[in-house]
């Protein structure tokens, strides 16, 4: 799962490079794109290297529902446009991912994946701002999916909840930082005091991942 910003705005070569390292990793990998994704390649070449692209869409993996919504609010309708960048309105983002999760409410267990984080919980800035969307909070608040799944503020990686829905940041990729959830383990009925599902990953001293 790959929340998105795998690129730096750039060239479609250079970002074939990033491309093919995570192709390269093995698993399959599910993503969503983030702001700095260019929205005039991006999706295309993921889905040429055989990547799941949950943009605004949703999909079935052994009775799991994964739904997800790239991008970033932006208030300045210009910048929904730019093909460099990939950003949208929050009246959207609520909108979107409503849409993609009706298809798997029904499943068991319920996975979102976003660029952006929902507003009050793992967006602080270093400056403090609360960056989250709040088109997003509003969907967490009424549909209570089991896991949500963002990034965009590198400096609140971590996890949260939001009523039932626990959040995760796993971190910076290209830091050799990540996070492990095993779906089997999660607690369906977990409360705001429920103990941590979730395994955090840093780089090893001599090389490779080392859980934290
Ligand atoms: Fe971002």
Same mark, same amino acid.
């Given at each position: 799962m790959v929340c998105g910003d795998l690129h730096d705005g750039g060239s479609e070569m250079e970002a074939m490079t990033v491309i093919e390292t995570l192709g390269d990793l093995g698993p399959s990998i599910l993503i969503v794109p983030g702001n700095m994704d260019p929205r005039g390649f991006a999706v295309r070449l993921w889905e040429k290297a055989g990547f799941s692209v949950l943009h605004k869409r949703s999909l079935e993996i052994m009775g799991t529902g994964f739904a997800g919504l790239g991008c970033v609010v932006a208030s300045d309708p210009r910048r929904w446009r730019d093909e460099k960048r990939c950003y949208h309105s929050d009246?959207?983002?609520?909108?979107?991912?409503?849409e993609a999760f009706e298809k798997i409410s029904a499943f068991g267990q319920r996975v979102i994946v976003t660029h952006q984080p929902p507003r009050g919980i793992l967006d602080r800035a270093f400056d403090g701002e /609360?960056?989250?969307?709040?088109? &997003?909070?509003k969907f967490i608040e009424e549909f209570q999916p089991d896991i949500l799944f963002c990034a965009h503020?590198?400096?609140?990686?971590?996890? /949260?909840?939001?009523?039932?829905? &626990?959040?995760?940041?796993?971190g910076e990729m290209r830091k050799g930082l990540f996070a492990l959830v095993d779906l089997n383990l999660m607690d369906k009925d977990a409360e705001t005091t429920a103990p941590s599902r979730v395994v955090w990953f840093g780089p090893g001293s001599r090389g490779g991942w080392q859980k934290e």
């Open positions: 009246d959207e983002v609520y909108r979107s991912i409503k /609360a960056t989250g969307s709040l088109g &997003l909070r503020i590198h400096e609140a990686r971590g996890e /949260a909840r939001l009523g039932r829905t &626990l959040a995760v940041n796993p």
